[in-house]
T-cell receptor
Framework: EPEVTQTPSHQVTQMGQEVILRCVPI?????FYWYRQILGQKVEFLVS????????KSEIFDDQFSVERPDGSNFTLKIRSTKLEDSAMYFC???????????????FGSGTRLTVV | AQRVTQPEKLLSVFKGAPVELKCNYS??????LFWYVQYSRQRLQLLLR??SRESIKGFTADLNKGETSFHLKKPFAQEEDSAMYYC?????????????FGQGTTLQVKP
């Protein structure tokens, strides 16, 4: 079964440093997403990406965050200057599309645990 | 406002007992609802989506628009069902299709 792949599985970074989280979505999927889950809290939407641009972003996704699909396969999340409160599990997801027909569920990656020290 | 509420943080049952994980939603349009499961902090896995009306691992969920609920049920719980369960609503604003998650319910099945 196709998978969404995320690297690294765990990243430790110092406060103020830039970090890039990488994702390889499923190849025929068109919609890409980042979610995060702070320890003990619910999964929260960060950003969606379609047709090489951001479709929607949450209030969490401020100017410190950016996303890119640099080469048609990878989908990256960059945090420019990490803060302690950015420590969380970050999940990438991809989806074929929207609608009520067919398999339009999301496929999530296994996540990157980001620890900011 | 679009919202998903899972009122129980923890549900503990004995093996063989029936299970019902509650989920209520608030959404102005026609909702698209999902249940995801997360075993031991692994990836989120799709368990059920309401449009397919299927049964996975013995779990079923029926969308009740009158009560705005999408409760997850299983008649006989197994130890391997112990996991975190998230109810989610797909928001249909624009072409985004973002998921809005509930707080999650930890299901603990005791032997």
């Amino acid at each position: 079964e196709p998978e969404v792949t995320q690297t690294p599985s765990h990243q430790v970074t110092q406060m103020g440093q830039e970090v890039i989280l990488r994702c390889v979505p499923i190849s025929n999927h068109l919609y890409f997403y980042w979610y995060r889950q702070i320890l003990g809290q619910k999964v929260e939407f960060l950003v969606s990406f379609y047709n090489n641009e951001i479709s929607e972003k949450s209030e969490i996704f401020d100017d410190q965050f950016s996303v890119e699909r640099p080469d048609g396969s990878n989908f990256t999340l960059k945090i420019r200057s990490t803060k302690l409160e950015d420590s969380a599990m970050y999940f990438c997801a991809s989806s074929e599309g929207q609608g009520n027909l067919g398999n339009y569920g999301y496929t999530f990656g296994s996540g990157t645990r980001l620890t900011v020290v | 406002a679009q919202r998903v509420t899972q009122p129980e943080k923890l549900l503990s049952v004995f093996k063989g007992a029936p299970v019902e994980l509650k989920c209520n939603y608030s959404y102005s349009g026609s909702p698209e609802l999902f249940w995801y499961v997360q075993y031991s902090r692994q990836r989120l896995q799709l368990l059920l989506r309401h449009i397919s009306r299927e049964s996975i691992k013995g779990f079923t969920a029926d969308l009740n628009k009158g009560e705005t609920s999408f409760h997850l049920k299983k008649p006989f719980a197994q130890e391997e069902d112990s996991a975190m369960y998230y109810c989610a609503l797909r928001s249909g604003s624009g072409n985004t299709g973002k998921l809005i998650f509930g707080q999650g319910t930890t299901l603990q099945v005791k032997p």
